[in-house]
């Protein structure tokens, strides 16, 4: 039996209830599926951004 802010409604699948009744159904979900390779490309993508030097506006005559 859930304990906390989920508790099951009259068909048996959670129902949240609660001060933050959407979080509560947010977690009680299962997470959606997971693409390894996006993760990492994303991780990798992110580390090399890092590395960039910071973009400057362009100098004009003066």
């Not at 001060?19 to 009680?28: N, W």
């Amino acid at each position: 039996m859930p304990v906390g802010p989920v508790s099951p409604s009259r068909n048996g699948a959670p129902r949240a209830s609660g001060r933050y009744p959407h979080l509560a159904r947010l977690l009680a979900e299962s997470p959606a599926p997971v693409d390894p390779d996006e993760i990492f490309a994303l991780g990798i993508a992110r580390l090399l951004d890092s590395f960039a030097p910071p973009e400057t506006p362009p100098v004009t005559g003066a």
